[in-house]
């Protein structure tokens, strides 16, 4: 007996309450820009500069004694790191301790790094210190400008790719829904104050691709039913669209989303930020492949056949309102 999320055949009218989809998007935009303006985001080490001390011992290494160690020090963000390399020796243990620089300096203070090696040395003896490097702010900043530029650059050759593929009507559909997805992604990590890191922007760019994936799946199906459905209107042709994939939709996320929770839960503090991203954005990428990029492409209108102009904005909706 074969697994079934979603019956095989089914008949949503996902257009049905349009204005109330876009109407929610629009607020958690909203409330997402606005949280970003008030709050800013929480940057880790990656975009606020910091230091990086790099250990070495015998003893096989425990993050969390690493970490209940400085704890007491109240260093703010540290990310302890264990290094795995074939090269290694058995008794070459290497860690990467990042401490984040502290308001108004450009790297920890020697005092702290000091404080730092006694209280690890207090609960590993043999611990050796191989390198101190410091990473200041101006760095930071040229990080910050990459991350922006990695994420414009690939939404814009998604509006490229898919104009080229299908038509400007079906780019500017996905790119509304890519926009959206890291909009959002964006919020919630400064509405929850969630550590922003390279990783997280590691994050947006693979939610880029994963909801593109599921917009060109939806989008190749209504190209497909476009030239089978000639008499149809549109709407009826994006329903029946949307309804002909949904069960690959949603087992797809749904699969994804197993794995994704499993690592959220039992992979550790390194990759949660991460984890978290992406559990988020395959749900909200979901969603706006369905109720974002489908209704742009249904305001904007497209042709009925591949010589005749395409439908206008208010043909399209006065469809739908009907």
């Known amino acids: 007996m074969r697994l079934k999320?979603?019956?095989?055949?089914?008949?949503?009218d996902f257009f049905n309450r349009w204005k109330v989809w876009l109407g929610i998007s629009g607020l958690m935009m909203v409330i997402a820009f606005t949280s970003?303006?008030?709050?800013?985001?929480?940057?880790g080490i990656d975009f606020r500069g910091g230091t990086t001390i790099r250990t070495q011992s015998a003893v096989e290494i425990d993050v969390g004694t690493y970490r209940d160690a400085i704890?007491?020090?109240?260093?703010g963000d540290v990310t302890i790191t264990e290094i795995?390399?074939?090269?290694?020796?058995?008794?070459?243990?290497?860690?990467?301790?990042?401490?984040?620089?502290?308001?108004?300096a450009e790297a920890v203070e020697a005092a702290t790094?000091?404080?730092?090696?006694?209280?690890?040395?207090?609960?590993?003896?043999?611990?050796?210190?191989?390198?101190?490097?410091?990473?200041?702010?101006?760095?930071?900043?040229?990080?910050i400008q990459t991350a922006v530029i990695a994420v414009a650059l690939a939404i814009g050759a998604v509006l490229v790719y898919i104009w080229l593929r299908f038509e400007w009507q079906f780019a500017l559909g996905a790119v509304a829904a890519l926009v959206h997805d890291v909009i959002l992604t964006i919020g919630i990590f400064s509405e929850l104050q969630i550590r922003f890191d390279l990783a997280i922007i590691a994050a947006l760019l693979t939610i880029v691709g994963y909801s593109l994936n599921d917009t060109v799946v939806v989008f190749d199906r209504v190209r497909e039913n476009l030239r089978k459905y000639k008499k149809k209107d549109l709407k009826e042709v994006l329903n029946i669209s949307i309804n002909e994939t949904l069960s690959r939709t949603v087992m797809t996320s749904v699969t994804t989303l197993l794995a994704l929770i499993s690592l959220y839960v039992l992979g550790g503090d390194v990759i949660r930020g991460f984890v978290f991203a992406m559990i988020w954005g395959v749900i909200v990428g979901t969603y706006s492949s369905v109720f974002v990029a489908s209704t742009i492409l249904l305001w904007l209108g497209v042709k009925r056949d591949w010589s005749k102009p395409s439908n206008t904005a208010g043909n399209q909706f006065a469809n739908i309102d009907a």
């Not at 970003?36 to 940057?43: D, I, P, V, Y």
């Not at 704890?71 to 260093?75: F, G, I, M």
């Not at 795995?84 to 108004?104: G, K, S």
């Open 71 to 75: 704890a007491p020090l109240e260093l």
């Open 36 to 43: 970003f303006m008030l709050q800013g985001l929480n940057f």
């Open 113 to 143: 790094i000091t404080a730092v090696e006694g209280a690890l040395q207090q609960v590993i003896p043999d611990i050796q210190f191989v390198s101190v490097e410091s990473v200041g702010p101006k760095v930071s900043g040229e990080l």
């Open 5 to 12: 999320l979603v019956p095989q055949n089914t008949s949503f």
């Open 84 to 104: 795995f390399d074939p090269t290694f020796a058995d008794d070459e243990n290497v860690a990467m301790i990042r401490i984040q620089a502290q308001e108004d």
